[in-house]
């Protein structure tokens, strides 16, 4: 069956520097979520977007910013990135009208 | 606001031994509880769910937890461990019923599990 997929799996930057994380949520799902995850820490939750549109916001910086596009996929972008930005970032799924929420792999994001 | 309480950081226990992870949580109306587990470096998945009807609720490779209003709790549980359960174990409470609060989700701080040989 298929997952929810993010991309890229692995990224390093540097102090300042932007990044975009990609979600592509299983296929007909209409709400996405994001959560960052620091070392050693529990997840926490980003933001969330159903149907091309915000409906939740926690704890995102500023600097940070996502949506969600015609096709469903969402994008969290991170700009003048810190060393504290480094964490694991999951991206989740669910259909409305359901109550399973799918866990993306992550994605790693190391800033230097 | 919601909020989940793992008491125990690290558990250990001894292949083919019962297992009991506590969770307690803080939610002004009816919870939607869940488990997931996370192997080092890898992502979340799901053990199990409970949002209404039975209070004991049957999961993924032989897991299950009850769920005890009176108590705020929802224990999780397997009568006799692997070593291949060694992981991290995340409880997790969703706001709202229904709607796209229900994902947005509330963990406690994990409990790591140690499988001893």
């Not at chain 1, 932007?18 to 980003?46: E, M, N, S």
């Not at chain 1, 799924?93 to 230097?112: A, D, K, M, P």
């Not at chain 2, 032989?62 to 006799?80: D, T």
Request: aromatic share 14%; charged share 15%.
């Amino acid at each position: 069956a298929a997952g929810v997929i993010q991309s890229p799996r692995h990224l390093i930057k540097e102090k300042r520097e932007t990044a975009t994380l990609k979600c592509y949520p299983i296929p007909r799902h209409d709400t996405v979520y994001w959560y960052q995850q620091g070392p050693g820490q529990d997840p926490q939750f980003l933001i969330s977007f159903y149907e091309k549109m915000q409906s939740d916001k926690g704890s995102i910086p500023d600097r940070f910013s996502a949506q969600q596009f015609s096709d469903y996929h969402s994008e969290l972008n991170m700009s003048s990135l810190e060393l504290g930005d480094s964490a694991l970032y999951f991206c989740a799924s669910r259909q409305l009208s359901g109550n399973t929420i799918y866990f993306g792999e992550g994605s790693w994001l190391t800033v230097v | 606001a919601q909020s989940v309480t793992q008491p125990d950081i690290h558990i250990t226990v001894s292949e083919g031994a019962s297992l009991e992870l506590r969770c307690n949580y803080s939610y002004g109306a009816t919870p939607y509880l869940f488990w997931y587990v996370q192997s080092p470096g890898q992502g979340l998945q799901l053990l199990l769910k409970y949002f209404s009807g039975d209070t004991l609720v049957q999961g993924i490779k032989g897991f299950e937890a009850e769920f005890k209003r009176s108590q705020s709790s929802f224990n999780l549980r397997k009568p006799s461990v692997h070593w291949s359960d060694a992981a991290e174990y995340f409880c997790a409470v969703g706001a709202g019923a229904g709607g796209t609060s229900y994902g947005k989700l509330t963990f406690g701080q994990g409990t790591i599990l140690t499988v001893h040989p």
